[in-house]
């Protein structure tokens, strides 16, 4: 038995679609909303979250559950913080390699695809 590859959708009888071309802006949209809203989708009443950024750290190593408290601070001196900004590097590249062939991030891909035909 063979499988489609990653990045593609199979379709009974529209067989295997290739959704490889629009996975890695796909998955550039949902980590950007993750970081941005710390869920995925963004807050909606008719939308329950497919994925919780603050659950996900809870489970990461202490300085990344650090990340998360810092995240919260409303202090100016904090925002734009080297520190700040290399810890949220770190998480960016845990949820890209993490999240790179989800259903999240191939549903973004198919959406996208559908909007490009």
């Not at 980590?31 to 979250?49: A, H, K, M, N, T």
Request: proline letters at 5%; a negative charge.
């Amino acid at each position: 038995m063979s499988f489609p590859p990653t990045g593609s959708r199979c379709y009974g009888d529209e067989g295997i679609i290739d959704l490889g071309p629009y996975m890695q802006e796909a998955l550039e949209y949902v980590v950007d909303i993750i970081l941005l809203y710390g869920q995925f989708p963004r807050p909606s009443i008719v939308e329950r979250p497919q994925f919780d950024l603050y659950e996900w750290l809870e489970n990461m190593e202490h300085d990344l559950r650090e990340f998360a408290f810092a995240m919260t601070l409303d202090l100016d001196r904090f925002r734009h913080s080297e520190i700040l900004d290399a810890w949220r590097e770190k998480v960016r590249g845990r949820l890209m390699d993490e999240l790179a062939n989800s259903s999240m991030v191939l549903d973004e891909a198919e959406r996208l695809r559908e909007g490009a035909t």
